[in-house]
């Protein structure tokens, strides 16, 4: 099977650096999107795919061992340079054998195939709202314009270790394989994408059409795509042999603008979301503190001591279990920035919550700034959008006390 390549990778409109990765190294071809502050992003982009390529032309491991690989020198350096702390980076990767492609895929850049006119798409996303989709909780059309779908619940280099989706998937002569950052999904609607896979044939037309769409949309995110053209005529192609990491575009700082809609930093760390409650929240809200939704976000404590006897008697009431199955907070676990379900106490020694997720954080980092300073003790929040909210804010305001330049 002969392939042939077309690549791009575009700053997008609004950002000010390009945190995507990818590699055109037949017959492997990856697309990264790397995040974090403070050039995080680019870093772990970028170390991903090297890691990748440096074992792949060592011959070392297979494509979910090379990515296995990839997450651990991230994860390193993560903890190595306090600059790039909490950085990650998504990766999907397809690896050609003949007539299989094997794929490798963490997080939420994508692999769709084209063939006959139809675009499936080949992987799925580890994303916070395809977590809810599949849980029922919202529609596939609320996901795609919910405010949190760039939160990923899995990504390369947060942890130690990190599961790999792989699927292998027989292709055939007209067959078009895209694999693309979210910088191009979440502007152009997949029917759009189709459209110009199916009327562009030249593959290297095709990405920069699709780079194009994007950046007519908005380019509100970094923009990478990688298209492969299947074909098993005799016509020998030459594939483009060397890797096309892209260098980091490096863009002049000017004034402070309005930040656009950015991708979430926040991981989720592997915890389960507990099953919801069957209409915990169709409850009349009874909350000890009903004190206003967090200001942007920022969240003010419970007051645990005085409230907490007032509490117990409202928990007779309503019943425990569906009482604190409606409740949100923000704390810390096991040193990271965390969402809890229930409440910021304990009664007799029993805990009344457990955690939903733990962020990538580090909560010293969210304790150095005034505002969090007493985080541990919970902020509260009227429900799970608005926990997800703190969490963003308390991201943002890590981000921006970082000291620049280090
Ligand atoms: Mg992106």
Known sequence: MNVRAGSASDIGQVREGNEDSFLVLAPLYVVADGMGGHRGGEVASSLALETVQRMFQAQQGTLAEQVTEANKAVF??????????????????????????????????????????????????????????????????????????????????VDPSVQVDETDVQVASGDRLLLCSDGLTGMVPDGQIREILETTSDPQDAVDALVRVANRAGGIDNITAVILDFDEGGIERSDTTEAQVPHQATVERTAPRVEPPRRSDITVVGVPIPEPPPKARSRPPVRADSRAPARRGRGRRVGIGTGLTVMIGVLAFVGLRGYLDSQWFVGVSNGRVAIFRGIPAEVAGIGLNSVVVETSIPAEDAQALPFYRELGDGITAPDREAADAIVQQILDDVASAQPAGS
């Open 76 to 157: 390193e350096r993560s903890q190595q340079d306090r600059s790039v702390a909490g950085m990650g980076t998504t990766l999907t990767a397809a690896l050609v054998d003949g007539d299989r492609v094997h794929l490798a895929h963490v997080g939420d850049s994508r692999a769709y195939l084209l063939r006959g006119g139809e675009l499936s798409m080949l992987t799925e996303d580890h994303t916070l709202v395809h977590r809810m989709v599949m849980e029922g909780e919202i529609t596939e059309a609320e996901a795609e314009t919910h405010p949190h779908r760039s939160i990923l619940t899995r990504a390369l280099g």
